[in-house]
């Protein structure tokens, strides 16, 4: 399991509260669970 991390997580920048948790869930679905 050697894939990217989303670039966007709760730890690497500091956004609106929803567009982080949004944004990561979102961005993880489709780097790792892609349909």
């Known amino acids: 399991m050697n894939q ?3 670039p966007e997580l709760p730890g ?3 956004p609106t ?3 982080t ?3 990561s869930w ?3 679905h489709m ?3 892609p349909l």
């Open 21 to 23: 948790w949004w944004d």
């Open 17 to 19: 509260k929803e567009y």
């Open 31 to 33: 780097l790792y669970a």
């Open 4 to 6: 990217p991390v989303p």
């Open 26 to 28: 979102l961005q993880l």
């Open 12 to 14: 690497t920048k500091s």
